[in-house]
């Protein structure tokens, strides 16, 4: 970085400077271990977006300063700045990182896990995670070992759990 930064320098080339500039901060939020880094990390990506000669360096800015508060869970703020990213420069790498963190934002996403061995009649436990999912109804069937092998097969993540699954009384 640093022959890349005097080479730069020796040119007055700003958008590459910048470019050298992002990796640096990324690299520093990434590893040190200063009171007020998330601050500083900030406010220098609101300075180089702010910046409108660096033409599309502005957009990857928007989107690592999106990537931050998607990091934080500021999930408002953070679809805010990868839509400014892709709306100043769509065609630009910013953008397109900005529309796959945007992507990911509104992805729904739904996983249950239910545990291993379970006392017939007694309760089991259960863990559910979801995502942008408004309502939703879950019924539990139990099915024989053939049954589920049949059901697996029009599945493409079918899996081996036969060894998990015991045949209903």
């Known amino acids: 970085l640093q022959q890349a930064t005097l080479f730069h320098l020796q040119k007055n080339e700003t958008a590459p400077l910048a470019d050298l ?3 640096r901060l990324t690299f520093l939020y990434a590893h040190a271990s200063v009171n ?7 406010n220098a990506l609101a300075q180089i977006a702010g ?24 999930l408002a703020k953070a679809v805010g700045y990868f839509n400014q990213a892709i709306t100043a420069y769509p065609n630009s ?11 990911t934002v509104k ?9 291993n061995i379970g006392i017939p009649g007694k ?3 259960g863990f559910m995670n979801y995502r942008n ?22 599945s493409d993540n079918s899996g081996d759990f036969g060894q998990y699954i015991h045949p209903s009384a």
Do not use: C, H, W
Request: glycine share 6%.
């Open 51 to 74: 910046n409108k000669s660096l033409g599309a360096l502005n957009a990857d800015a928007l989107s690592l300063t999106g990537k931050y508060y998607l990091d934080m869970y500021s």
């Open 107 to 115: 992805q729904k996403l739904l996983s249950v896990e239910i545990e």
């Open 36 to 42: 007020n880094k998330e601050q500083l990390y900030l």
């Open 133 to 154: 999912i408004k309502t939703l109804q879950l019924t539990l069937y139990r099915v024989s070992v053939a049954q589920y092998y049949q059901i697996a097969a029009l």
């Open 21 to 23: 500039d992002m990796k």
């Open 93 to 103: 790498l910013g953008a397109k990182n900005a529309a796959g963190y945007l992507k």
């Open 123 to 125: 309760p089991f436990l």
